[in-house]
Nanobody, 125 residues
Framework: QVQLVESGGGLVQAGGSLRLSCAAS????????MGWFRQAPEKEREFVAT????????YYADSVKGRSTISRDNAKNTMFLQMNSLKPEDTAVYYC??????????????????WGQGTQVTVSS
């Protein structure tokens, strides 16, 4: 198993930036494809970005493409999401997740086995 803890959320003005982190512990971090998801109030959880085991392949939701960068540092057991040009519609709880079934990336939440507790991102207009 792997345990995941997100950090880096907060309150930021529209147009600002945040860098989210996801610290992993437990099994070997590089065994997992990883992803970021988010859930806004009264909305379903949605995919944000995903990365394969070595960071060589990534995929983004259209809503954040060009504004966000997912990355990972396997030596530090940490994944990141750099978000720029933030918009009020980016306001949500952001979750990191790990795929116990494989090292590849995937945009489907159902393929992830381990989840963090989430970190709140609030973007004011």
């Amino acid at each position: 198993q792997v345990q995941l803890v997100e950090s880096g959320g907060g309150l930021v003005q529209a147009g600002g930036s945040l860098r989210l982190s996801c610290a992993a512990s437990g099994r070997t971090f590089s065994d997992y494809g990883m992803g970021w998801f988010r859930q806004a109030p009264e909305k379903e959880r949605e995919f944000v970005a995903t990365i394969n085991w070595n960071g060589g392949s990534t995929y983004y939701a259209d809503s954040v493409k060009g504004r966000s960068t997912i990355s990972r540092d396997n030596a530090k057991n940490t994944m990141f999401l750099q978000m720029n040009s933030l918009k009020p519609e980016d306001t949500a709880v952001y979750y990191c997740a790990a795929r116990g079934s494989g090292r590849t990336w995937d945009r489907r939440a159902a393929t992830y086995d381990y989840w963090g507790q989430g970190t709140q991102v609030t973007v004011s207009s």
